[in-house]
């Protein structure tokens, strides 16, 4: 009797061992990205889909707006606390990656994750010292967008070139009255587009090859300056001051893009979904052509990574991260499922599987856009520096000064010049 209870403790004990074996197997990861709505709703049906797939592993999912990310990332990523994959804005490599180190080698992780679907020249660009930060999930490029019905009761076509632009704001203003503006956006993609008339005028893009410096020389710089402030005398786009009077927004939701007052955009490819079904119909957005110096040999469409994926350093878990991050981007599951939420996909599997179900079609203006800024001849630096938010700032500050007649147009374009060739300095230094 005393060997069956003894036989059965043991028995009983072996059972208990092997349960927590089980468990210790069971593995939680933490991810986390920005978006919309429509991103949260399509990644967390694929993150149920994976776990389905992988019973063993589950993942937790913390999710939020543009607002406030990049701050999250930073205490997070400064404290150790990083979520084991989470999306990664490119520019802000610099940041948490100076020297490479600063994410997961994911070069070491390829018996996991299939890195044979993506270009080596584009795995180039999330590479630093030899090490795999980040998976580049899909490019963006910058367009010409517009409303087809204002458009169209403005009596124009379409602008070609630069002079069409800057006539047709005055057409608007004469036609349709002061409410409405050929175009409507932000500082950055001021920026982007001011880049792109100079590169076109004198073939130099905005920074050198390195990335690292202003190409531009000082009257170069204020011939910009004075591009920007015609593009509101003109009457081409709202100026900061008239803009400073709806206090903070987001101008898709207002009844003025809506309603189709401000009636196109110059924007990257990627957001364009977002922003066509805000449209009252039956107004469409569509791209239109690539706005043109007379002459120009380049484009200067400005294409750089747009979303990345990256692992943690301090993840206890790497192959169950690249696990995930490889269902995401190269499972034909998930990828069906995402569609284009995250842009269109570098993932050769994806592009594939997108392709076949109907999804990468040139009626998606986000489609149509990328597939027309490929066929131009195209010379542009992508460089952290066209969208670093200190270098932002000084531009922002310049136009503001400008808006208000606080500076000339000159003299606003030799203060941020000025402001951010010490930031470039100062970073140079610390590197």
Known sequence: MKRLICASVIGMSSLLATSVAFAQQDVTLRMSWWGGKSRHEVMLNALQAFEARNPGIKVNAEYMGWDGYLERMTTQISGGIAPDVMQINWPWFPIFSRTGDGFYDINTLSDTFDLSQYPA???????INGKLNAIPISLNVPGFYYNTETWKKAGLAFPKNWDDLFAAGKVFKERLGDE??????????????????????????????????FAWNQEQWRE???????????????????????????????????DGKWAGTYTWNVVIQYYAPKLTPPAKLVLGDYVMYPGATNASAYFKVSLTYAIS?????????AKLMNFLLNDPQAIAAIKLENGIPLSKIAVKTLTDDGTLT???????????????????????????????????EARQNMDYGRMTPDQAADDFVAKAERLMKRSAARS
Request: hydrophobic share 30%; with cysteine; charged share 25%.
């Open 362 to 396: 040139e009626e998606n203006p986000s489609v149509a856009g990328f597939n027309a800024a490929q066929k131009l001849k195209s010379e542009s630096t992508a460089t952290s520096w066209m969208e670093d938010q200190k270098m932002q700032s000084f531009f922002q």
């Open 121 to 127: 020249k584009e795995l180039k660009s999330t590479t």
């Open 313 to 321: 350093k301090d993840t206890k878990h790497p192959k169950e991260a």
């Open 224 to 258: 910009a300056f004075r591009f920007i402030q015609r593009l509101v005398s003109d009457h081409v786009i709202p100026g900061p001051k008239y803009l400073a009077s709806f206090g903070k927004f987001d101008f898709i939701d207002t009844k003025y893009w809506q």
């Open 180 to 213: 409405y503006y050929p175009l409507i956006f932000g500082d950055q993609d001021t920026f982007l587009m001011v880049n792109c008339y100079m590169s076109q005028k004198y073939n130099t893009p905005m920074f050198t090859p390195d990335g690292n410096h």
